[in-house]
């Protein structure tokens, strides 16, 4: 298991959610969002920022 620099696993959750979001528009953003906490070994307060992220950008799309 590597160390990644920091913010490099929340960058990488990001384009993750994004790239689910692509191939199944309709998939639960909370869903993906815990998906993405496990699969990239995320913090309680990531997954507050990614919520919040994503609700924001949803807003300005």
Same mark, same amino acid.
């Given at each position: 298991? #590597? @160390? +990644?620099?920091? /913010?490099? #696993? @929340?960058?990488? &959750?990001? !384009?993750? @959610? *994004? =790239? ?5 528009? =309709? &998939? #639960?953003? *909370?869903? %993906?969002? /815990?998906? $993405?906490? %496990?699969?990239?070994?995320? $913090?309680? !307060? =990531? &997954?507050?920022? %990614?919520?919040?992220? +994503? $609700?924001?950008?949803? #807003? $300005?799309?």
């Amino acid at each position: 298991m #590597s @160390i +990644l620099p920091e /913010g490099e #696993s @929340i960058r990488r &959750a990001v !384009k993750w @959610i *994004s =790239d689910e979001r692509i191939d199944n528009p =309709d &998939a #639960s953003v *909370s869903k %993906l969002v /815990g998906e $993405a906490c %496990l699969k990239f070994d995320l $913090a309680p !307060k =990531d &997954a507050e920022f %990614l919520m919040k992220f +994503l $609700a924001e950008k949803s #807003s $300005a799309e």
